[in-house]
């Protein structure tokens, strides 16, 4: 039933009228009497009798007759709300999309069949070949999967896909955003002809969504590519799931229980005993800990298929390189990486520059005392939204024309932060015979200009070119890497790999970073499995995730002690916090070991439903947050 409240997250059975005998059937929307209200549900299951030992109330009405609800699909949510400590209500509310009568009345169609591809570039890899003649064979391999520099990854999908297809099987492939949905639908319409898959993503729209949804519920195709919710797409006879880089932030749900598209998928490759391949150019400690757990096999290419396929990266940040640097160390932009954007730029090639943050100039402080410039009016932070422009507030909007430092009286500031509209002035009048223009997430470029140009890019909208960047630079990449929290060095290597991996194979990419660091070796190298075994092992020797298992209570101040305090003590989780969110909220910790992950979650969902019959102020569960600090 449509009921979020967690203490009525179970099964409750039904009388089927006479009238709907032969028209109710399992994965149908229903409605039903519950108390004084008729409420909308799904029926799970058929069975001619009950345990139920009270009245047995009568459907009220049937909605539709079309199964939306697969049996696969009803033990996946089922899972994965108990993974997440979340009810089954809301994880089908994620899964399954809004109704259109229209569409359900639209003619059935059939599955086209797929040829097998060739394996060709999988042979790249150690171990690809092989996991495209199993997934040819029925067999389901598991892997994770390393890509190389400059790597048509929509095509290789595609071509798993089409060998998972060929063998009568389905795959769900999902995408962090709808960008990287419209290359990978491209690369499928190409490898496995017309009319042999669908896209499932919000942007569609909720006629096309549904649609596509039922185009695969009934079977007319065997494989569904989209963002998150197409994690749950039913797809008959399911033979692969794939995910495509699992570190990026989009893969998370916003919505209660909060799923990550990459649990969600592990989990229906264990229900349903279908292949798995967790692909990236950089690789996440969770990840790597399928790979060092013997879940999954690590698919990497050898070292000289790898200095083949990488362009030259440069690391300039060290002392001994600014003390060389005839800028002595001051240019933002140094002589290294200028003239590497001034080759590629001689020979027509486009130059790509990433920068963290978008905007001008982001961040500001007082010139004298290095302060962080605060708005005199609520004490946010100041920013610069052009040269000859006073600083603003970014929290209340507020105009700071006469700004004047609190702690030492100084009015004039300084950069602290360059945005990437500060960038393209910069780069405009550094190499004014070119065009300059910006990507940024508000106004995102598809493809960059052909010829020579500089493209200025914040993280994960950086646009491909035509034949790859002649040169890629970052910049500002402290930004990055001082960030507070556990996964700034993985997020910078992920972001740095993507941006890399666009140029060309005998461009240059040059990294404003101190070449000691470990995460600048593993771009250096093209090594995303060592850095992320490193990272596997600190986590350990810390007691982080994903080694450890955690939970984050947010809710009114006392009431997430109050809910840990209920748990049973034999479960041994340790509590961290709390930390206060605002003057209101605070947030709580919960650790306990990987094996009692599972034990944890019932313990909160039976403690949230608890909570919710005594009417107790509710608090948002977490389970394995992305931010733990």
């Known amino acids: 039933m449509d009921q979020p409240l967690p203490q009525l997250d179970k099964l409750f059975d039904y009388r089927v009228p006479e009238d709907l005998a032969g028209r109710v059937r399992p994965g149908c929307r229903v409605k039903v009497r519950f108390g004084r209200r008729k409420v909308s549900g799904y029926v799970i299951a058929l069975k001619p009798s009950t345990d139920f030992e009270g009245k047995l109330l009568w459907l009220s009405e049937l909605v539709s007759p079309e199964p939306v609800v697969t049996p696969e699909?009803?033990?996946?949510?089922?899972?994965?709300?108990?993974?997440?400590?979340?009810?089954?209500t809301d994880v089908l509310r994620l899964a399954v999309p809004e109704r259109r009568v229209k569409v359900e009345s639209e003619p059935r169609g059939e599955a086209l069949p797929v040829a097998a591809p060739p394996s060709d570039h999988w042979k790249r890899y150690i171990a690809g070949d092989a996991f495209l003649r199993a997934l040819r064979e029925t067999k389901s391999p598991k892997a994770v999967w390393s890509a190389l520099p400059g790597?048509?990854?929509?095509?290789?999908?595609?071509?798993?896909?089409?060998?998972?297809?060929a063998s009568g099987r389905g795959a769900v492939l999902v995408v962090p955003d709808q960008t990287d949905l419209d290359r990978l639908d491209a690369a499928l319409a190409a490898v496995l002809g017309p009319d042999r898959h669908v896209t499932l993503s919000a942007q569609l729209g909720p006629t096309k969504r549904?649609?596509?949804?039922?185009?695969?519920?009934?079977?007319?195709?065997?494989?569904?590519?989209?963002?998150?919710?197409?994690?749950?797409?039913?797809?008959?006879?399911?033979?692969?799931?794939?995910?495509?880089?699992?570190?990026?932030?989009?893969?998370?749900d916003r919505h209660a229980p909060y799923p990550h598209a990459r649990e969600v998928l592990l989990t229906r490759a264990d229900l349903a005993d279908a292949a798995c391949l967790v692909g990236g150019r950089s690789r996440t400690p969770q990840a790597q800990l399928l790979v060092e757990t013997r879940w999954a096999v690590s698919m990497t290419a050898p070292r000289d298929e790898i200095r083949r396929a990488s362009p030259r990266i440069v690391p300039v940040g060290d002392e001994s390189d600014l003390e060389r640097d005839p800028s002595g160390g001051t240019a933002r932009l140094p002589t290294v990486a200028w003239e590497a954007a001034r080759s590629a730029l001689a020979k027509d090639r486009p130059v790509l520059v990433q920068v963290p943050r978008r905007g001008y100039v982001p961040a500001v402080s007082c010139q004298r005392c290095r302060t962080r410039a605060a708005c005199p009016n609520c004490s946010g932070p100041l920013r610069l939204t052009g040269a000859r422009r006073a600083p603003v507030c970014g929290w209340c909007g507020t105009v700071a024309a006469g700004f004047r430092c609190a702690e030492c009286g100084g009015n004039r500031m300084r950069a602290v932060i360059i945005g990437a509209e500060r960038t393209v002035e910069e780069l405009a009048q550094a190499f004014p015979d070119h065009p300059v223009v910006e990507s940024t997430g508000v106004n995102r470029l598809g493809r960059a200009p052909a010829g020579a140009a500089v493209v200025v890019a914040t993280p994960g909208v950086e646009p491909p070119a035509p034949d790859g960047y002649g040169?890629?630079?970052?910049?500002?990449?402290w930004a990055l890497l001082t960030r507070a929290e556990l996964i700034a060095s993985e997020e910078a290597l992920r972001r740095w790999m993507n941006a890399v991996a666009l140029a060309r194979h005998d461009g240059t990419a040059v990294v404003v970073a101190d070449g000691g660091l470990a995460v600048v070796q593993a771009l250096m190298r093209w090594d995303p499995a060592w850095f992320a075994a490193r990272e596997l092992q600190d986590r350990a020797e810390l007691g982080f995730p994903p080694v450890m298992k955690f939970a984050a209570l947010t809710g009114p101040n006392g009431e997430p002690e109050k809910l840990a305090a209920d748990l049973p003590s034999d479960l041994g989780a340790e509590a961290i916090g709390p930390m206060p969110v605002d003057e209101r909220t605070e947030r709580l910790l919960l650790r306990v070991r990987r094996r009692d992950g599972a034990a944890l979650a019932a313990m909160l969902a039976k403690a949230t439903a608890d909570r919710a019959n005594a009417k107790a102020e509710p608090v948002r569960i977490q389970i394995d947050p992305r931010e733990i600090a």
Do not use: C, M, N
């Not at 699909?73 to 089954?88: C, E, F, K, M, S």
């Not at 790597?151 to 297809?165: H, K, Q, S």
């Open 73 to 88: 699909i009803a033990r996946l949510a089922r899972a994965v709300a108990d993974r997440y400590a979340g009810t089954l």
């Open 151 to 165: 790597e048509d990854w929509p095509a290789r999908l595609a071509e798993a896909a089409a060998a998972t297809a």
């Open 471 to 477: 040169a890629v630079l970052l910049l500002d990449t």
């Open 210 to 252: 549904y649609r596509s949804f039922l185009k695969a519920a009934r079977g007319d195709v065997r494989i569904v590519a989209g963002t998150r919710a197409a994690a749950f797409a039913p797809v008959e006879r399911l033979g692969l799931v794939a995910i495509w880089d699992d570190g990026d932030e989009s893969h998370v």
